[in-house]
């Protein structure tokens, strides 16, 4: 059974940066596309990044331009770093691959 195991979340202060990464373990674990959404309260699950095993990179619209996401594909580990975080980063960040979800970790961006 394949696991996505998510790390890497808590509480920071606005303008510092932050890195999620997230382990996919068990067999069939080797996913074409791995990536991060986030849902905040009431709000639907958006993109935040995404990466194909061949390395093309996918970012959505809310921190395109202050994120980073990166994969190691030996490990099955996908990373993604957010700078310059704002408090309406608040949100669950889920681990995603190739429509499996981890549990979610929370972030939250507050002073």
């Known amino acids: 059974q394949v696991q996505l195991v998510e790390s890497g979340g808590g509480l920071v202060q606005p303008g510092e940066s932050l890195t999620l990464s997230c382990s996919a373990n068990?067999?069939?674990?080797?996913?074409?596309?791995m990536g991060w959404f986030r849902q905040a309260p009431g709000k639907q699950r958006l993109l935040v990044a995404m990466?194909?095993?061949?390395?093309?990179?996918f970012y959505g619209n809310s921190t395109k331009g202050r994120s980073h996401i990166s994969r190691d594909t030996g490990t099955n580990t996908v990373r993604v770093r957010i700078d310059n975080l704002k408090v309406e980063d608040t949100a669950i960040y889920f681990c995603?691959?190739?429509?499996?979800w981890g549990q979610g970790i929370q972030v939250t961006v507050s002073s």
């Open positions: 995603y691959g190739d429509s499996r």
């Open positions: 068990g067999s069939g674990s080797n996913f074409a596309n």
């Open positions: 990466i194909t095993r061949n390395g093309d990179t």
